[in-house]
């Protein structure tokens, strides 16, 4: 179970982090986490709350179950700043209608919990400050009583089975988009115009079309 001990879940990488001299070393640790959360033998459960953007986003997505706090908010951003989320590119059009995932990636706005549950983007929504009890009673009275080489091999079968959950098929195609993010955006003025004008605290002036 992945969740977090402060008020937000996460707020994903730090912008200087995708800077072209950071950007491929960032990803490559991303995907390393895509990898071992599809890779870990038993359910993987996300319980958010607060604020779960950008990576945050990804990681939550790479989870089998989220569950999330009411007051949470979910987005991928890196649009806004002239990017995008490579590995939210991959998992969000695994789960969730195209046109879904096109208004999260696309237009990087931020989603409420109940926006997210109506687009079949999470499991369940919980009340504020009821987070942990729902997280342990989902735990209680779904995982602890079943056999776990059963549930092992249930996972297994579930996720080879799954259009989206099939290792093999998400790692290469986050290989390919994340080729795309680092030779063919990276490059651009576009492709840092947005992070820079960010740090400096200025607005961005694109240049590409």
């Known amino acids: 179970m992945l969740t977090s001990?402060?008020?937000?879940?996460?707020?994903g990488a730090s912008v200087e982090e995708h800077l072209p001299e950071s950007a491929p070393d960032m990803l490559a640790q991303m995907s390393g986490v895509v990898a071992a959360?599809?890779?870990h033998p038993y359910p993987t459960l996300a319980a958010v709350r607060g604020q779960c953007l950008g990576g945050g986003l990804e990681v939550a997505l790479?989870?089998?179950?989220?569950?999330?706090e009411e007051g949470a908010v979910l987005a991928a951003p890196e649009i806004r700043l002239g990017v995008f989320a490579p590995a939210a590119t991959v998992l969000l059009q695994s789960s969730v209608p195209r046109c879904v995932a096109a208004e999260v990636l696309l237009t990087g706005r931020n989603l409420s919990a109940s926006e997210a549950l109506r687009w079949g983007l999470i499991n369940r929504v919980v009340a504020n400050g009821e987070l942990d009890a729902a997280v342990d009673e989902l735990v209680a009275s779904s995982f602890a009583p079943r056999s776990a080489a059963s549930l092992r091999q249930a996972?297994?079968?579930?996720?080879?089975?799954?259009?989206t959950r099939d290792p093999e098929r998400i790692a290469a195609e986050l290989?390919?988009?994340e080729r795309r993010y680092v030779e063919d955006l990276l490059p651009t003025h576009d492709g840092v115009e947005g992070i820079r004008a960010f740090l400096d605290k200025?607005?961005?002036?694109?240049e590409g079309s």
């Open 202 to 206: 200025r607005e961005p002036v694109w």
């Open 5 to 11: 001990n402060s008020k937000h879940f996460s707020f």
């Open 37 to 39: 959360l599809y890779g």
């Open 175 to 177: 290989a390919e988009v």
């Open 155 to 163: 996972t297994a079968a579930y996720r080879s089975a799954s259009r």
């Open 62 to 68: 790479a989870c089998d179950m989220l569950l999330v």
